[in-house]
Each structure stands twice: as structure tokens, then as C-alpha cells.
């Protein structure tokens, strides 16, 4: 058994302890391993342990589901590794990216999860889940760093083994609640899922901060075919303030554009009432496609984790897709999916590069970001550290390191900053009420 990698802790509690990185299997790993690699044999040329032999990571997301989709995140990682191979590998060592299909279903996340600790991959980077609770279990057994995951649960933020590299959904919330201070009331679209639960609070958090009102939760299908019951419940609940018309925040995923539709038939009586949303539930080619300049997201505010997609930091990752991947159309580089790969692929380069010569395992890479390595992002967002505990442990987000968002406003049809640099939503969370 001692061709295995050894356990990492999980909590204790919420803390990782580094002595369990060095210590023996316990029963529960030795079974899981038995379990899932027959003999716990290393799988030759997967581990990247030394000489010549590749370093193999995982990129996974759901594809061809009826909810949410992001093939555009494995997609890039391929063409990372082809682009980052094509130049000699990392430390002269080629990359190998395996992908997986989450089916956005919580059994395939979960294989995903046990197909990783099979291959003995020493990362995870760069993907997209809502099931946390089905893939981490695997992960934290094998030892496997999640590096850069797309912050769509709260597993994201209090796992020892993850290192997000944005603020997930409670930055954006947060941020985007602070800009609607101004707005009537404020209807929440979200899905009735367990995700979507943890949205309301995070929103109302910036609401207050503003000294607005709590927002009004509407729950709706993940996977609806229309939403017009709901498109016209947000409308009316939103125009009670005589003085002041309300906003209407739809955060539903991929299935934004189809409650715009529905939004937009209905909007005809409330033309007064205006939207806003986060990043990852509209871009550029949804505003376009829902009428642009005369469309429903006409001076809407939307928060967002970097900077816009036309700014010049995105240059390096423009030139990846264009020598490797320019006909991919699965491949926007507007899509926050594909900016959050190239920023945990960025991340993951820069953790091999700092191991020098010396063996690239899942422990070496979790042991160079827990002992304080900093990593530059050429200004995409601060420069991120992973600590034990970061500043929002408090209100249960220890692995939250960056709460930086942009905040985006839609002019004349096109996607454009509102404001200069980046705003800081770590206060704000600090006070909001995650305790459901």
C-alpha cells in the first residue's frame, strides 16, 4: 500500500492539520482505495512522481444537460494543455487533461470524483459543480487539491482541499446587492435547488449594506420550459413603491434567457422596472440575442468576478484560443467558465513551476499552497494566497480568498464596466446572515 498517496485531514473542525498529510492510511481510505484502484497501485505515468512522466489533472462540467452547461471549461483545458505542451510542458513536463461529463446529476459528479482518484490525478482545475457534497467526499480521501471551481456551492469556500480563485456566487450577490440600494423593491428568480437556497441571503447581505429592504424569494424550476407565472409574480411584487420602481433579479444559470422570454412578453405593463443578475447568467452573445440596446437588459447592473471580457488582461488567454483552439465555438472567451479555467490552469503552472525538479503529486501541490505560496493573476484579480482560515471564516467561508467582483452595467446594447477597478465585498459578507 505504500505506492498510494497518503490522506489528507478534512476538518478539524474546518482547519487542515498538516501531520495527517504525512501520517498512515486510515481504515475508511484503505477501503475507498481497494475500492477504487484495485491493489492501490500508482497508475504509471499519471502521477507526474518523476522523470519524464506526465502530470495529470481533471477538468469537469456538465455538457448536453437540459439546466446548466459549461462545455466551453474542458474545452479550454485541452487546449491549455495543448498550448502549454506545444511549448514544452511545465518544468519540461507535458500535461495530461482528463475531462468528465457531470451531467449537472449528482451520481455523475460523484464518479467524476471516483474516476480522479483512479487516475491518481494530482489536481482538479478549473471545473463546474453543484454537487459538492457528492464529489468532495472522493477528493478529500485521495488527497486531491479542487483548484479554481467555479464557486457555485459553499462546499467551495470551507473544504481544506479546495483553493477558489474567485468569490462564487456570494462576492457576486453580495456586490450586486450593494449596487440595487437605489432600486423599489427587489425580487429574487431562483432555482429551487439546494444551491439555490444559499442565494437569498447572500443577496439580502448587500441589500442591507445599502439599506434596502430584504429582497423577495421566488423559487422556479431549474429546468422550466417558461417562466411566465413567475416573470409576472416579480413584476407585480416590484412595482408597490409608487415613488420608486423595483428590480427584478433573475439568477437561474443557463435558464436566464429563457425567463427573459418570459419576462419580456410580460414587461410590456411595467416598462419601469428594471433587471440585473450576475455574470455566468448573462454575457454579451445573451444581451445580443434578447435585443440588445432595445432589449430587457438595457441599463442593467450585473456583477461580475473580473474584468470585462474586452479588457487587454485577457490577452494571454486570447492567444491560447487562438492558436489552439480558434474554431472551438464551444471556447467565449467572454464565458466566466472559460476565464475561471484559465485563471486555475494560470494558478496550477505557476504551483508545478514553483516545485522546481521535485515530484508533482496531489500532497506537493496541496503542501505549495497551504505553506503560503502567492500567486499573481497579472491583475484578473488580487494576488491569491490560500490560508487556513481566510477573513470570512467567521460567517463560514475559511477558503474565500478573493471577494473582489466588477461591477458591469449594459449600455447602448454592449457589456461595459460601470465602475473602475474592482469592489470589495468582504465586509458586506461579514454581516450577512448565512445561517440556513
Known amino acids: 500500500m505504500t505506492g498510494r498517496r497518503r490522506k489528507r485531514s478534512t476538518f478539524l473542525p474546518g482547519l487542515l492539520t498538516r501531520h495527517a498529510r504525512n501520517g498512515v492510511l486510515s481504515a475508511g481510505t484503505a477501503v475507498a482505495c481497494a475500492a477504487l484502484v484495485s491493489g492501490c497501485g500508482v497508475v504509471p505515468g499519471t502521477t507526474g512522481d518523476a522523470g519524464d512522466d506526465p502530470i495529470t489533472v481533471m477538468t469537469w462540467a456538465p455538457e ?50 471516483r474516476r480522479a482518484a483512479k487516475e491518481n490525478v494530482v489536481a482538479v482545475v478549473g471545473s463546474y459543480s453543484q454537487y459538492a457534497d457528492s464529489f468532495f467526499p472522493s477528493l478529500e480521501g485521495a488527497g486531491i487539491p479542487y483548484i479554481g471551481g467555479y464557486g457555485i456551492t459553499n462546499a467551495e469556500f470551507t473544504s481544506p482541499l479546495s483553493y477558489p480563485v474567485n468569490g462564487g456566487q456570494p462576492a457576486l450577490l453580495a456586490g450586486l446587492g450593494s449596487a440595487l440600494a437605489d432600486c423599489g423593491p ?73 425567463f427573459m422570454d418570459s419576462f419580456r412578453r410580460a414587461r410590456e405593463e411595467y416598462p419601469d422596472v428594471r433587471t440585473a443578475t450576475v455574470l455566468g447568467s448573462v454575457d454579451q452573445t445573451v444581451i445580443d440575442a434578447t435585443g440588445g440596446a432595445s432589449g430587457p437588459y438595457e441599463g442593467s447592473y450585473i456583477t461580475g468576478w473580473y474584468p470585462v471580457a474586452s479588457d487587454p488582461r485577457w490577452d494571454a488567454m486570447k492567444r491560447v484560443i487562438k492558436e489552439e483552439a480558434f474554431d472551438d465555438n464551444r471556447i467565449d472567451p467572454a464565458d466566466a467558465g472559460v476565464q475561471t479555467t484559465w485563471i486555475a490552469y494560470s494558478v496550477f503552472h505557476k504551483v508545478v513551476e514553483s516545485l522546481g525538479g521535485g515530484e508533482v503529486t496531489a500532497d506537493t501541490v496541496a503542501e505549495a499552497l497551504d505553506d503560503g505560496l502567492s500567486v499573481s493573476t497579472g491583475g484578473l484579480t488580487p494576488t491569491l494566497r490560500w490560508q487556513f482560515e481566510g477573513k470570512l471564516a467567521s460567517v463560514g467561508f475559511p477558503r474565500l480568498v478573493n471577494a473582489d467582483v466588477t461591477l458591469q452595467v449594459v449600455r447602448e446594447g454592449r457589456l461595459v464596466s460601470a465602475r473602475k477597478g474592482f469592489l470589495d465585498t468582504t465586509r458586506t459578507l461579514e454581516n450577512a446572515d448565512v445561517n440556513y
Not at 64 to 80: E, I, L, Q, S, V
Not at 214 to 240: F, K, M, N, V, W
Request: proline residues 6%; hydrophobic residues 35%; glycine residues 8%.
Open 64 to 113: 448536453d444537460t437540459k439546466a446548466t452547461n459549461k462545455p466551453g471549461m474542458p474545452a479550454f483545458a485541452r487546449a491549455y494543455a495543448r498550448w502549454v505542451n506545444a511549448k514544452g510542458g511545465i518544468n519540461g513536463r507535458k500535461l495530461n487533461v482528463l475531462t468528465c461529463n457531470d451531467h449537472n446529476d449528482s451520481v455523475a459528479a460523484a464518479k467524476c470524483a
Open 186 to 258: 427587489v425580487s429574487l428568480i431562483r432555482p429551487d435547488t439546494i444551491a439555490g437556497d444559499q442565494l437569498p441571503p447572500l443577496l439580502d447581505s448587500g441589500l442591507k449594506t445599502g439599506g434596502h429592504s430584504p429582497s423577495r424569494d421566488q423559487r422556479a424550476a431549474e429546468d422550466a420550459t417558461e417562466y411566465d407565472g413567475h416573470a409576472d409574480l416579480a413584476l407585480r411584487t416590484t412595482t408597490t413603491d409608487a415613488e420608486n420602481e423595483g428590480c427584478v433579479v433573475p439568477a437561474l444559470g443557463d435558464r436566464n434567457s429563457t
